[in-house]
């Protein structure tokens, strides 16, 4: 298959750096644009950037030079890991062009036609983008925070019924992207806020978790209450969840939940072996050491046991570089390859490359 060749909007950024890591050997996609805004237009891309996550970047990659995000050239797909501020112009644009958009930013989450979607999860959402009215369709990966709830969550729900959930989160550096807080804030210590987080976390796995009805989707009827958190952690984030359910549930039971899941997982070139992995030893899962299973994109899960509240609480940790954005990401670019491949044939979204 001749690979599809694609556009990285905020390539310069952490998520956009993490999308081109693994871009870099994806069977279906090549880069061919790289773009973020005017402070790096025109240079190379290894000048550009201004805090490097660590990878091998081939030599053509790291001199290729940044484009503007108004090129003219058309392009079939572009990942979108641009700032929120500049998102919702700057994909418009694309969609209107004809460019699939896979966006990173919040802007178009909620919006009721955009799929927030998670392959496995809920992956019965994607026809939502047949209601779009734009030339391009648009798929929304979740809140990194909420990419690992909501994949714990589903199996829970789907056997026995979520009524509340409360979730405390302690969130990784590279949460908050180059204009993240400066070390001398971060170190040492634990910042109780992040604009926004606990609005996402407490509404985005409802939509996930909806049902889908006549082309709308139903969200869950659940509580969630979010409280969320910086901690001095370069990468992966880690909560603690309480669930109370609506049948009665024990701990082997919902662990059976967990490996059914696993066993009904998508097969597409990003997935995980499992996408849930469960730790009997209490000292796991920790950041420093499960953030990478599964290539990043298994949620890793420990201590469930009952709590006294509500039914059972749990830890759980993922990797919100991966499986939270650009690997979600991906998985969600192959999602609308495998199941509309007529979209990236169009004679509309001519390719110039
Ligand atoms: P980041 O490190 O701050 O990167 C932002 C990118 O946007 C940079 O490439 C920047 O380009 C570009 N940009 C800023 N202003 C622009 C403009 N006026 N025109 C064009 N490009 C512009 O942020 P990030 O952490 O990678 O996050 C990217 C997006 O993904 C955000 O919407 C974020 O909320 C979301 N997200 C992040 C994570 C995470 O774990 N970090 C997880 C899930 C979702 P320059 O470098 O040239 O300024």
């Not at 998102?87 to 919040?106: P, Q, R, Y």
Request: aromatic share 6%.
């Amino acid at each position: 298959m001749q690979k599809i060749p694609v556009a990285i909007l905020g390539a310069t950024g952490v998520v956009g750096q993490k999308l081109i890591e693994l871009l870099i050997s994806h069977p279906w996609f090549e880069i061919k644009k790289l773009a973020a805004s005017e402070r790096s237009v025109g240079k190379s891309f290894i000048e550009a950037i201004e805090n490097p996550i660590n990878f091998d970047l081939p030599q053509n990659l790291a001199n290729m030079k940044v484009s503007s995000c108004d090129f003219e050239d058309k392009i079939p797909l572009a990942f979108s890991a641009l700032d929120s501020k500049v998102a919702t112009e700057i994909e418009s644009n694309f969609l209107g062009k004809g460019t699939h958009v896979i966006s990173n930013a919040k802007n178009f989450r909620m919006q009721s036609d955009v799929p927030l979607l998670i392959p496995g999860v809920n992956s019965e959402h994607l026809p939502l983008i047949e209601s779009q009215k734009s030339l391009g369709k648009i798929i929304n990966n979740p809140n990194c925070a909420v990419a690992g709830l909501a994949l714990a969550l589903k199996p829970i729900h789907k056997m026995f019924g979520l009524k509340k959930v409360i979730v405390t989160t302690m969130q990784a550096l590279s949460g908050a992207g180059n204009k993240g807080p400066s070390a001398y804030a971060a170190l040492n210590n634990i910042l109780p806020h992040i604009h926004g987080e606990e609005e996402k976390v407490e509404q985005e796995p409802k939509k996930i978790l909806g049902q889908l009805l006549n082309n709308q989707i139903l969200p869950l009827n659940c509580k969630i209450s979010a409280q969320c958190n910086r901690v001095p952690v370069l990468n992966g984030h880690f909560m603690s969840v309480s669930v109370e359910l609506e049948k009665p549930a024990t701990q082997s039971s919902i662990l059976f939940a967990f490996d059914a899941f696993n066993k009904k997982a998508s097969k597409l070139p990003s997935s995980p072996q499992n996408a849930l992995t469960y730790f009997e030893n209490l000292n796991m899962p920790q950041p420093k050491i499960h953030q990478n299973i599964d290539k990043g994109m298994s949620v890793s899960i420990g201590k469930l046991r009952r709590c006294s509240c509500l039914d059972f609480k749990f830890n759980l940790l993922l990797n919100n570089l991966v499986l939270g954005a650009a690997g979600g990401a991906l998985l969600n670019a192959e999602a609308l390859l495998n199941r509309y491949p007529e979209l990236f044939m169009s004679p509309e979204v001519a390719i110039n490359y």
